[in-house]
């Protein structure tokens, strides 16, 4: 699973060339909104796979990101939708080409867990805090966010959703560590976003 900061910048990737998606706020939305269960802490596992569609074989993992959005074509906004589907099909590819590596090498550097996560999510909370501190987040992202209104999709009441915006928004920055990432770079997430690319043209 990738991170927040990671869900936005791919999705903001895929949006350069989608030019109309670029400045669409449900768009950003719906690139987080399936974190949103995990705004009160890591949901159970039964939740947090429902809000993903998810699959353990990320072949199969895929076809449901498929599935999903062509069963849900015209039942929201379809940019909402569309920012849903690449949120799943990312994890999907961060699963496939990078979680593993980045958590080994994580390991290796700092061995024990702090504050109760595992070194890889510290490493991808060093890259969000770096990212949040960009102007790329201020001036870019973070006003496309403040204008969405969240609209409930896959059973995820709208509530749950504006909370999660709202913590994004206003609190998650002064949770993140503020020491810069030690493994990954931008290199890293642009290379995630080619990979994106290439597997939502097989869906839109």
Same mark, same amino acid.
């Given at each position: 699973?990738a ?8 999705g ?17 939305l719906g690139?987080?909104?399936?974190? %949103?269960?995990?705004?009160? +802490?890591?949901?159970?596992?039964e939740t947090? /796979?429902?809000?993903?569609? *998810? ?7 895929e076809k449901?990101?498929a ?6 074509q ?13 949120h ?14 980045v958590?080994s090498?994580?390991r ?9 996560f595992?070194?890889g999510?510290?490493? %991808?909370f060093?890259?969000d +805090?770096?990212r949040?501190?960009?102007?790329w /987040?201020?001036?870019?992202? *973070?006003p ?5 209104h969240p609209e409930s999709i896959n ?9 999660y ?8 920055e ?6 810069p990432?030690?493994?990954?770079t ?9 990979y994106l ?8």
């Open positions: 699973m991170s927040c900061m990671i869900h936005l910048y791919t903001w990737l895929y949006a350069q060339k989608n030019a109309r998606l670029l400045r669409n706020p449900s768009f950003y690139c987080v909104m399936p974190d %949103c269960v995990n705004v009160d +802490g890591f949901a159970d596992k947090r /796979w429902r809000a993903h569609v *998810r699959a353990k074989d990320l072949s199969l993992w449901n990101a599935d999903f959005y062509h069963k849900n015209g039942a929201t906004s379809d940019a909402l939708l569309t920012g849903y589907t690449i799943i099909l990312t994890d999907i590819l961060w699963d496939r080409y990078f979680h593993d590596s958590w090498r994580a290796e550097m700092e061995p024990q867990q702090q504050n109760g595992a070194p999510w510290v490493e %991808c060093r890259f +805090g770096e949040m501190r960009s102007l /987040w201020q001036d870019t992202i *973070r496309f966010l403040e204008q969405a059973g995820l009441p709208i509530s749950l959703a504006e909370a915006r709202r913590y994004l928004l206003y609190t998650y002064n949770t993140l560590p503020s020491e990432p030690r493994i990954l931008l290199d890293h997430i642009r290379a995630l976003g080619e690319v290439q597997a939502a043209e097989k869906i839109f």
